[in-house]
């Protein structure tokens, strides 16, 4: 045993074998196709991407919740086809005042 540590080689093998160690805990942490660094970037991607997802989500119920009232009010309907879609009923002259601009 103690004449192993005293052995050059064997310092050799254990210096070499750390840096292949070190190298190969390097190249994973920085250079791979799944290096620390795109992970991070990945997951910070992924937080963006739940967060517009839940913006999304929230319109859209908010979308659903204007297209039930407009079903049940035909006021409601009508008045978007008049004002929105120029819509008119047959006979019926239409209009358009408009506000100057100051």
């Known amino acids: 045993m103690k004449k192993e ?3 050059p080689l064997y310092w050799k093998r254990s210096l070499l074998m750390s840096f292949l160690g070190l190298g190969l805990a390097v190249w994973f ?8 660094l795109t992970r991070v970037q990945l997951e910070w991607r992924k937080t963006e991407l739940i ?19 407009l079903a049940k009010e035909d006021q409601g309907l009508e008045k978007i086809a ?4 120029g819509m008119k009923k047959p006979g019926e ?5 408009e506000k100057p601009d100051r």
């Not at 967060?51 to 009232?69: G, I, M, P, T």
């Not at 008049?82 to 879609?85: D, I, K, L, N, T």
Request: without cysteine.
């Open 93 to 97: 002259t239409v209009y358009k005042i």
């Open 29 to 36: 942490l920085f250079f791979d196709t799944y290096s620390l």
């Open 51 to 69: 967060e517009e997802k839940q913006q999304l989500d929230a319109r859209a119920q908010q979308l659903r919740q204007e297209l039930e009232e």
């Open 5 to 7: 540590l005293f052995n």
């Open 82 to 85: 008049r004002e929105e879609y």
